[in-house]
């Protein structure tokens, strides 16, 4: 008789939790403080946009608005405006979006304009829209 080798449970990331508790209405988290730019206080807007969040090399989001203003001070070089770690970047549009905050924003977009999920042929609120094809998604 084989022995079956225990699976290793992996916990979802707090992210995960947060984003599941948010869609389910139970979020005990300020969504302001993730989807407005720490720099400006603005709330950060979806892809492809100006003020779309964007992460620095040390991991702080900002949004792109003030990256643009921050960048054109000194050419090259951009100093983090929470930890201060300057940054050599050659262009904000190369930093990497943070996708976390967006599929923040895309609940929250869609809990203000419902739409039916574009796959199901029964009317199931959608949860998500594609990135890509901005399709519906329950």
Avoid: W
């Amino acid at each position: 008789m084989e022995k079956k080798k225990p699976t290793k449970k992996i916990k979802p990331s707090k992210v995960d939790q947060d984003i599941d508790l948010l869609i389910e209405g139970e979020s005990t988290f300020n969504q302001d403080d993730v989807i407005n730019c720490t720099f400006c206080n603005k709330k950060m807007e979806l892809f492809p946009s100006k003020k779309s969040p964007k992460v620095l090399p040390c991991l702080h989001t900002f949004c792109g608005c003030c990256l643009y203003d921050l960048s054109n001070q000194e050419m090259g070089k951009l100093e983090c405006p929470t930890c201060e770690i300057k940054h050599e970047i050659s262009s904000i549009d190369e930093l990497p979006t943070n996708y976390e905050i967006i599929q923040i924003l895309e609940i929250q977009s869609l809990r203000l304009n419902p739409l039916d999920c574009m796959y199901c042929i029964e009317s199931i609120p959608a949860l998500f829209k594609c990135l890509q094809c901005e399709s519906a998604l329950c």
